[in-house]
């Protein structure tokens, strides 16, 4: 994996929805990337909407979500997103973590 993009959430599916959707083209265009999308515990649904989204549109195969026990906050949920990309046999060559 070239890309690694985490995109935090809390309590707002529908911007993370939308900024996933956003890098489509982006990550169609280098299908070395990927993009994850922890969230933080949120309590509203947030999960659900998020993974049907990425389910319904088709961006399973280089987007996924990653639903967090427990709200850490900004800094836990980039590193979250990362862990397991980073511990992978093919760790990213660049993360980017998208606010």
């Given amino acids: 994996m ?3 993009v985490v995109i935090v959430n809390y309590r707002t599916p529908e911007l993370a929805v939308g900024c996933v959707r956003s890098l489509e083209q982006g990550i169609r265009e280098y299908p070395a990337s990927k993009v994850v999308v922890p969230d933080n ?3 509203d649904g947030s999960p659900e909407i998020i993974g049907r989204a990425i389910e319904q549109s088709g961006f ?3 987007a996924s979500l990653l639903a967090l026990p427990r709200n850490g906050g900004f800094s836990y949920g980039n590193n979250r997103g990362m862990e397991q990309a980073l511990a992978s ?3 990213p060559r660049y993360v ?3 606010n």
Avoid: I, T, V
């Fill in 2 to 4: 070239q890309l690694l």
């Fill in 41 to 43: 515990a949120s309590g």
């Fill in 60 to 62: 399973g195969d280089w």
């Fill in 89 to 91: 046999g093919e760790p």
């Fill in 96 to 98: 980017w973590l998208l």
